[in-house]
């Protein structure tokens, strides 16, 4: 066999062997912005989450992800169409890592209706939230403390933990509506990784 032959099966043995390893962390299938609907519990790569669990308040949502920024900068939320699932926020950083992780729900669906996160208000310091990786690992969250700010505030940018914390942020709607019916506040849950 010539060895010209022989460097071009090399190549095509590569290629074969290349592609599923691609395919597996996510590299033919990149993230995108806006919202994945292919990230409903199928994340793309085996440290992206898939599902958020809170025990106490009965909540096991598959995951979205999301990308998108509304106007002031903050992370826009999954579809409305979605209202019982939530979406992580894919621009930042993963959930365990260094650095703060958001996950964003709904309160209320497009209809009024409970969503996801509408109970997210009755969580309090040492409430347990548990955040499924693609690999079936998961990860236990405590709560530390919950605020609420203004809808203009860009959760997701504001938020610098300490350089060895890793924390996790949970988004939903809260206080009175505007004019328009639209909360004008955010409740965020924070939350820091249970060695």
Same mark, same amino acid.
């Given at each position: ?38 990230a ?6 085996a ?9 106490s308040?009965g ?8 990308? &998108?920024?509304?106007k002031?900068?903050g992370?826009?939320g ?6 019982m ?9 993963l ?5 703060? &992780? ?10 009024g209706?409970a ?7 009755a969580?309090?310091?040492?409430? @347990?939230i ?7 690992? @998961?990860?236990h969250?405590? @709560? ?6 203004g809808?203009?505030v ?7 933990? &300490? ?10 709607? &809260? ?8 909360p004008?506040?955010?409740?965020? @849950? ?6």
């Amino acid at each position: 066999m010539s060895r010209t032959r022989h460097v071009v099966l090399a190549l095509a043995g590569l290629v074969c062997l290349a592609l599923p390893l691609a395919l597996l962390a996510g590299g033919c299938f990149g993230r995108v912005g806006g919202v994945d609907d292919k990230a409903i519990g199928t994340p793309a790569s085996a440290d992206e989450p898939q599902r958020v669990r809170i025990p106490s308040l009965g909540v096991d949502s598959p995951l979205i992800r999301v990308n &998108a920024l509304d106007k002031d900068r903050g992370v826009k939320g999954p579809p409305p169409e979605k209202g019982m699932t939530a979406g992580w926020y894919a621009g930042g950083v993963l959930p365990g890592e260094r650095g703060a &992780a958001v996950i964003i729900g709904h309160r209320d669906d497009r209809d009024g209706r409970a969503a996801v996160f509408r109970e997210l208000h009755a969580v309090g310091e040492g409430t @347990v939230i548990d955040v499924e990786r693609g690999d079936g690992r @998961v990860l236990h969250f405590v @709560v530390t403390r919950t605020e609420t700010v203004g809808k203009s505030v860009p959760v997701a940018r504001k938020e610098q933990p &300490a350089p060895q914390e890793r924390k996790l942020l949970l988004v939903t709607c &809260a206080g009175a509506p505007d004019g328009g019916g639209k909360p004008v506040e955010n409740l965020v @849950v924070h939350a820091t990784l249970r060695p």
